[in-house]
Structures are given as structure tokens and as C-alpha cells.
């Protein structure tokens, strides 16, 4: 990798790549050329998964915040439905790992696509292990094959790996914690079928990446993203088929003082995720 003047000018290449959002055909994937890193291309269908799980909270490792605070009057302003618990139990809690068993209703593909965003960005994809329960998990089972192998070269990629900062087998470095999470703030359902059985979700939410080290120089940052799912209830369950990932909505930054590097290594080992529901 080139780096620029500040250490991170490739990845400032491929946040560029994502700003205007990036529309995945799944069942349309080639495998990404050798040497090169996926997300740069987003006409090919693999690149654009990947640079929709991946590369794209990558680059928050890179971006800038703004230091102001603004207030903005929206008095007579339409106003978004409350993103509020339902009381309705949001999985089947016999299966481990990804939630799944999610109901056929439209709360039910609300909650699978909230649950969906959390497992494709976080940390288990980078073990081959955990990607192939994930993939198997989300996916549409005619898509789940191609998918994973398309992933495997993907995260097995040792130049992609080091990139980010990672070793060659996904491990973060001696000394450090890898974090890579997707907090879900909300979601809208866009489109709901209940006789044909597909649904479209779009969650906002926002993602913690980076390595937490002393000597990391990709320091865990935040970023904002709105990712939107086609789904299809398949086999008792909805999966995922097609999805869109654009930016923001991004709120103005506080002025809070930075955790030290220690401090987010232990909030990661700390605070476990949740089940998210609607």
C-alpha cells in the first residue's frame, strides 16, 4: 500500500469510491482482481458486497469530525416514526450465535436487518470460522455459497488484512484490540409484502473501527452509514438478497476528550452487543 502524507491516503481513495452509495446485486458476483483491495470498483457485484461490509467502515479510520455545534429549527417539519420496542419477543433464541427465527411480519424484517448490519460489520467476519456461520446466517441459500467463497478471498487477503491493520490470519496485533461494531439507531420499513414474502428495511446506524494500541495508526473512530436490505422469507426466515449502503445521517460531533487507547481496549472486552429488535 502507497501511503500518503498522513499514513492514509489509499484509504481516503476508497472512502471517495463509497460517497454516493453503492447498489449490490448479489446473485451477480466475480471474484476481486489479485493485489488489489476490494470496494475501488463498484460496478462488480463482489467488490460492492465487500466494500459494503467491510472496506467501507474501513475507511472511518480516516475520516474527520467537526468540532462545532449547531441547532437547526424544524418547527412544522414531518416527523419520523419512533424507532421504539414493540414488546414483541424479535428472535427464535434457540440458535446461537446470529440471531435468527425471525417472525414473518413487518417487525420481523425490521429486526432481522438490524440484526443483519450488526453481524456483517462486526469482528467474526474476519475468522473463517464465524464468517462461514454469518454468511450461512444472512444470506438466501442460493446465495450463501457464492457469497462465502467470494468473502474468503476477500478477508484471506494478507495485503487487505495489513491495511487495516490486522495480521495475516485477522488477528489484531501483540498488545492491541481490533474493534469493529454496528450499533443500530433505527429503521424504516420501506417496502413490506406479505403474501409474496419479501421486505425492504433500511437502518441508520453507526460503527466503531479501529485498533486500539498504543502504537495503532488506525485508532478506533466512528462513522455513520444508512444500509438498506431486499429481503425474502426463505426457509422458515428472512434473508437477505440485495442491499444498498449510502452515508450518514451524520450528527455534528461534541468536543469530548478521546478515550486513551487502553480505555477502549477494555470497553471492548467490557460491554457485550445486544439483540436488536422493533
Known sequence: MSIGGDGY?????????RRAGTRVRLPEGESPEPGRTPGVRPGRSLVTVVGVVVILIAAIAFATRGGGESEDDAEGGAQANPTAPSGVAPV????????????R????????????????TGDGMYDARTRTSIVDTVFAPDLSAERLASLDNVYSDPDFLRRIGLNEDGSAPEGSTFVSRANPIGSDLVAYDASGGTATVAVWYVTLFGISGEDSRNPVTEAWYTNTFELRWTEGDWKVVELEQQDGPTPVGRDQRASSAEEMAEAQKRFGGFTYAR
Do not use: I, K, W
Request: proline share 11%; net charge negative.
Open 92 to 103: 427464535d433464541p434457540r440458535g446461537p450465535g446470529v440471531p435468527s427465527g425471525f417472525p
Open 9 to 17: 491516503g489509499d484509504e481516503r481513495e476508497y472512502a471517495d469510491t
Open 105 to 120: 411480519t413487518e417487525q420481523g424484517a425490521q429486526s432481522a436487518a438490524a440484526n443483519y448490519v450488526v453481524a456483517l
